[in-house]
């Protein structure tokens, strides 16, 4: 393809993030050196390369083309049918089954894995606007956000595209990387990070990709016939029947939380909750209702470009 746009991401190259290196060198430098000067310095020059590698990035993103949400899906973040809780339910024993048959156990470094996705994200959108826009593939192992956020499980700085990913996830980790991965190709809607890394990865032909899509479709059904009520979510777990490895895993993307975890979170969320609708998004529903709903909203539109049967199970 002799259309491609490639974004430098110099600041995923970095050796630490460099937002964290601008937080934190005038504390450090104070608490070393009990002085705050030669911190304020090394903040200032991080600064100076976050702010040029921002720069170059928005520069060559004036010729991207964008996906049309409607257009192509017909549906977007406020043109969405709700999908009837008997549909929900009806389709957690689909999942499952699907899951069950093309199951695998395998695991690949995240460094490998980050690739594998990055690239098949590109080719995906590459394949709705015709055009190829390359992404840095680095992955963060520790972001200072995950202090502020003890409930995510990654992060993308989408001015500079730095990606930290704070756990591992096992089954689900594709898709993590994958949703952080749509947020540095320039996409920023939580909805849109859902929905193009769940159908990059169910299409890819790649089994460990599919696989986690299928994991984070069920996850977040199953997030939403709970109520996200912690208990009623492990229930509905325990009731699918499934491997044990699947149910296990389920399980451990809602462990108890700290009282750290807990006190902070509540805060936390609804703060966050609230910056989402502020900019023009659904709030902290659009990971999951707003999720399943475009899902179903595709799978049920006749007219929209893209084909409906891949969001169908």
Not at 145 to 161: E, N, R, T
């Amino acid at each position: 393809m002799d259309d491609e746009i490639r974004i430098p991401n110099d600041a995923t190259y970095a050796p630490i993030s460099l937002t964290d290196l601008i937080a934190t060198a005038p504390l450090a430098s104070r608490i070393l050196l009990g002085a705050t000067l030669p911190g304020r310095v090394i903040s200032a020059a991080a600064f100076g390369m976050y702010a040029g590698s921002a720069v170059k990035d928005w520069l060559q993103r004036q010729d991207v083309r964008w996906i049309q949400f409607e257009e192509e899906f017909g549906a977007d973040v406020f043109r969405l049918d709700p999908m009837p809780e008997e549909e929900r339910r009806a389709e957690l024993p689909r999942l499952v089954a699907r899951l069950e048959a093309g199951w695998t156990d395998e695991r690949r470094p995240r460094a490998d894995l980050a690739r594998q996705v990055n690239r098949r994200l590109t080719d995906y959108i590459a394949s709705i606007t015709g055009q190829r826009v390359v992404t840095s593939s680095a992955v963060r192992d520790f972001g200072l956000a995950q202090l502020i956020f003890p409930f995510a499980m990654g992060v993308c700085d989408v001015i500079s595209g730095d990606v930290a990913l704070f756990r591992d996830t096992g089954v689900f980790e594709p898709h993590v990387i994958c949703h952080e991965f749509v947020h540095r190709q320039g996409y920023w809607k939580e909805l849109h990070a859902q929905v193009l890394s769940y159908l990059a990865l169910v299409t890819s032909g790649d089994p460990l990709l599919e696989q986690a899509a299928l994991a984070e479709r069920l996850h977040r059904q199953l997030k939403v016939l709970s109520h996200d009520e912690h208990d009623a979510y492990h229930d509905l777990v325990e009731g699918l029947g499934a491997r044990e490895p699947l149910t296990e895993a389920l399980h451990q993307l809602r462990p108890p939380p700290s009282t750290y975890e807990g006190t902070v979170s509540v805060v936390m969320r609804t703060l966050y909750d609230q910056r989402l609708k502020l900019t023009g998004q659904n709030g902290i529903s659009d990971y999951d209702v707003g999720f399943t709903n475009f899902l179903w909203t595709f799978s049920n539109t006749s007219w929209a470009a893209q084909d409906g049967s891949i969001a169908r199970v």
